[in-house]
C-alpha cells in the first residue's frame, strides 16, 4: 500500500524566502502526483500535477520536481508572499483509476 | 465552469439521524471520489466511480455508510443511522480518469 509523508508538520520563514515542501512515498509505481493547497476551513485547491512521465511541472512561482526512484517530489515556492500562508498537500496515484493517497500537509506561516 | 459543487456546506444532525451529502462534478469529468478529512486521520479516500460505477468502496467505514450516482451530474453520500464519531468534513472530487482531481467546498457535518 501506497503511504506518503510530508515533513516537516510545519514551516514558518519570512516573506521573500524560497519555499521548500517535501513529499516522499513508498511506492516508486506511481501513475502522477498532485500538489494542493488547502486554507483553513476551506477546500483543497489543485496547485499541479505531475505525470509519472515527467521530471518537472511549472505554474508562475510555483514548481514540483518528481524523482521515482528516490520516492520523492519537492515544490518550491519563489519569494514567498503572507498569502501562500496555508497547508500544502501532496498525493500519490498508484492505479489506473486515480485514486489518491494524501500526506498530512505541511503548514506553511509566511511572515512579513 | 461552476468547479465541483456540494450541499449542504454545513450540516448539524442528532444521533440516530440520515444524513445525505449532494455532489455535482464537473461536466465531462468521468471520475468522482468521496473523501472525509478529520484531524485525527487526515483526508481518507471512502469511495469513487468511474463513469458512474462503484470501482473500490473499501474505503467505507461502516454498513451505515452508502453512496450513489445515479448519473453522470450527481452523486449523494448517505449516513443512516449519524453517530457523533462521523463528525468530519466530507469532500467530493472530480476528474478525467488518472488527471488532475478537482476538489468541492466541502461538507462540514457535525453529529450531536
Known amino acids: 500500500k501506497q503511504e506518503v509523508t510530508q515533513i516537516p508538520a510545519a514551516l514558518s520563514v519570512p516573506e521573500g524566502e524560497n519555499l521548500v515542501l517535501n513529499c516522499s512515498f513508498t511506492?516508486?509505481?506511481?501513475?502522477?502526483l498532485q500538489w494542493f493547497r488547502q486554507d483553513p476551513g476551506k477546500g483543497l485547491t489543485s496547485l499541479l500535477l505531475?505525470?509519472?512521465?515527467?521530471r518537472e511541472q511549472t505554474s508562475g512561482r510555483l514548481n514540483a520536481s518528481l524523482d521515482k526512484s528516490s520516492g520523492r517530489s519537492t515544490l518550491y515556492i519563489a519569494a514567498s508572499q503572507p498569502g501562500d500562508s496555508a497547508t500544502y498537500l501532496c498525493?500519490?496515484?498508484?492505479?489506473?483509476?486515480?485514486?489518491?493517497?494524501f500526506g498530512a500537509g505541511t503548514q506553511v506561516v509566511v511572515t512579513p | 465552469d461552476a468547479g465541483v459543487i456540494q450541499s449542504p456546506r454545513h450540516e448539524v444532525t442528532e444521533m440516530g439521524q440520515e444524513v445525505t451529502l449532494r455532489c455535482k462534478p464537473i461536466?465531462?469529468?468521468?471520475?468522482l471520489f468521496w473523501y472525509r478529512q478529520t484531524m485525527m486521520r487526515g483526508l481518507e479516500l471512502l469511495i469513487y466511480?468511474?463513469?458512474?460505477?462503484?470501482?473500490?468502496d473499501s474505503g467505507m467505514p461502516e454498513d451505515r455508510f452508502s453512496a450513489k450516482m445515479p448519473n453522470a451530474s450527481f452523486s449523494t453520500l448517505k449516513i443512516q443511522p449519524s453517530e457523533p464519531r462521523d463528525s468530519a468534513v466530507y469532500f467530493c472530487?472530480?476528474?478525467?480518469?488518472?488527471?488532475?482531481?478537482?476538489f468541492g467546498p466541502g461538507t462540514r457535518l457535525t453529529v450531536l
Open positions: 498525493a500519490a496515484t498508484s492505479d489506473s483509476w486515480g485514486k489518491l493517497q
Open positions: 511506492d516508486s509505481a506511481i501513475y502522477n
Open positions: 505531475i505525470q509519472s512521465s515527467q
Open positions: 472530487a472530480s476528474s478525467l480518469i488518472t488527471s488532475e482531481q478537482f
Open positions: 461536466s465531462g469529468h468521468n471520475s
Open positions: 466511480f468511474n463513469n458512474n460505477v462503484p470501482i473500490d
